[in-house]
């Protein structure tokens, strides 16, 4: 669980697959809604991963008519935006993951600062995107954790192995 103690600390949320379906349809809802209700660090940032060139106003595009705004929540939901962005990188080239490295480090001012990963990609590609962070990615002033969406692997074996440390 998270330490009170850590809220005043920037968090950065990055979102693997951000170009697909459950980003789109579930993931930016639920960061909005969290956002809006002010259940988040107030520093925190999300990023969009893929390997689809796009803009964040695409992103955004494709993803409003799934998220609930309410009247009186219009500047809530601009400044939502207002604390994304995006960025274009494969998942499994280890150059692609400094790159974002370095976006990241750009938001994290201050002797503390955590990092959440979400995977929203297909289970074949989990091995690639979470060597690639643990070499890349890792956060050196606070923690990293990784999110992986079911299902968790294929079968026995292949869960057992996501299972055990790298
Ligand atoms: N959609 C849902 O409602 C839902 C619900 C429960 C669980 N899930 C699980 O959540 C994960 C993501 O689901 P999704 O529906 O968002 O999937 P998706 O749209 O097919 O894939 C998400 C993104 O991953 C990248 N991708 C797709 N196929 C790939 C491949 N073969 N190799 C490398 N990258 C690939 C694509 O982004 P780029 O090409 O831009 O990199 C795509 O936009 C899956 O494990 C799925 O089983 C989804």
């Known amino acids: 669980m998270e330490n009170k103690a850590d809220f005043q600390y920037p968090h950065t949320f990055v979102l693997l697959g951000a170009s697909g379906?459950?980003?789109k349809k579930k993931i930016y809802p639920t960061i909005?809604?969290?956002?809006?209700?002010?259940?988040?660090?107030q520093n925190t940032k999300f990023i969009g991963y893929a390997r689809?060139?796009?803009?964040?106003?695409e992103v955004k595009e494709k993803s409003k008519?799934?998220?609930k705004v309410r009247p009186g929540e219009e500047s809530k939901f601009d400044q939502f935006w207002e604390a994304n962005d995006y960025l274009a990188g494969s998942y499994d080239r280890r150059i692609d993951y400094?790159?974002?490295?370095?976006?990241?480090?750009?938001?994290e001012k201050g002797l503390r600062a955590?990092?959440?990963f979400y995977l929203a990609v297909p289970p074949t590609v989990f091995e690639d995107v979470t060597v690639?962070?643990?070499n890349a990615c890792i956060a050196i002033k606070g923690y990293t954790r990784v999110i992986i969406e079911k299902p968790f692997g294929r079968d026995d074996v292949t869960s057992e192995k996501l299972s055990k440390p790298i």
Do not use: C, F, G
Not at 32 to 37: E, I, K, T
Not at 52 to 57: A, S
Not at 98 to 107: D, G, M, P, R, T
């Open 21 to 23: 379906d459950l980003a």
């Open 32 to 41: 909005w809604y969290l956002y809006r209700d002010n259940v988040l660090p």
């Open 52 to 57: 689809t060139k796009q803009t964040l106003e």
């Open 65 to 67: 008519k799934y998220m």
């Open 98 to 107: 400094e790159l974002l490295n370095q976006h990241i480090s750009k938001y």
């Open 114 to 116: 955590n990092r959440i």
């Open 132 to 134: 690639n962070i643990k």
